[in-house]
């Protein structure tokens, strides 16, 4: 007893040695293949954009903490990590002060004016990506092709749906997993964002069940209601943000089910949305209000699938 060996603190008695920093920081790693993958096909603009989103990030992470008298946590890279995502999620011809203020109102609004990271009810870089459609909806669906001579092009997904009228033919199946296809800068790429995933995966930072549920609803039900053609299928699984949203914002640990059984939930209903507003809604693409979606029922699913306390005695009637 005088050595302390049997007194006993508060929980939590399991710890773990995982910082934020170490975490954000993996994931930060994993989206450089998609960086190099957006700086190939669409030039150093990708860059540019990426450079000017982080900084932008960072830079209102500092005056909010300060404004607000919070300490300043800017070394756990969160901010970094949600300056890649912002550029990820958008168009490379966006106007650069566009892209600044999508950095600003994720951090802003929607980070630290509802307590930081970990407290916020839904994924930042989506919320802006959603903020910047809303308001400058032109700018935010001018696609160009990978290569040097840029020209105007339609994303896969809108060509399949019949918004766009292009005289142009399907990518091959091939390019649309390499990346060699218009869309945002980071989300083309399914291979470079599949080696980011395995890459998570192996550093444990997220668990296999929402991205890989969620890509293969998106597959069942875009062979279901594109009346059972599996042609359809790649399109769906390989084009638009599919890959990126699965992989990097759907997995985000402070927006998304704490249980694995609600983790299953989460992702089927991210699945199932991505395809109805793919297949049945205005806008081609639904990855990004899919999350935001199954974001604001997280603390409902959360209620009905985590496990009852040890030793809690059931409420009367």
Known sequence: ???????????????????????????????????????????????MMTIVAVVFAV??????????????TVKDFSAVVTGMLIAFNVPSTLPLWMVAIGAIFAIVIVKQCFGGVGHNFINPALAARAMLLASWPV??????????????????LALIKGTEAVNVVLPNVMDLFVGNVGGCIGET????????????????????????????????????????????????????????????????YSSSPMTAKGQIIFAIGCGFLTSVIRFFGGYPEGVSYSILLMNIATPLIDRFTLPRKFGEVKKSA
């Not at 170490?22 to 957006?38: E, Q, T, Y």
């Not at 830079?59 to 300043?72: F, L, Y």
């Not at 935010?140 to 994303?155: K, Y």
């Open 59 to 72: 830079a209102s992470e500092v005056v909010m903490q300060k404004v607000m008298k919070r300490p300043v």
């Open 139 to 156: 700018d935010m669906t001018a696609w160009v092709t990978p290569g040097v001579d840029a020209v105007t092009t339609a994303t896969p």
């Open 1 to 47: 007893m005088e050595n302390g060996r049997f007194l006993v603190s508060s929980s939590p008695h399991i710890r773990s040695g995982e910082s934020t920093q170490r975490i954000m920081m993996d994931v930060a790693i994993a989206l450089l293949p998609a960086l190099f993958s957006g700086i190939w096909f669409f030039g150093l603009r990708a860059l």
């Open 189 to 252: 790429s399914a291979l470079a964002l599949l080696i980011g995933g395995l890459y998570l995966l192996y550093r444990k930072v997220i668990s296999y069940r929402i991205p890989v549920i969620y890509i293969a609803t998106v597959g069942v039900f875009a062979f279901m209601f594109s009346g059972f053609d599996l042609s359809y299928v790649p399109y769906h699984v390989f084009a638009g943000g599919l890959f990126l949203g699965a992989i990097f914002m759907a997995t985000d």
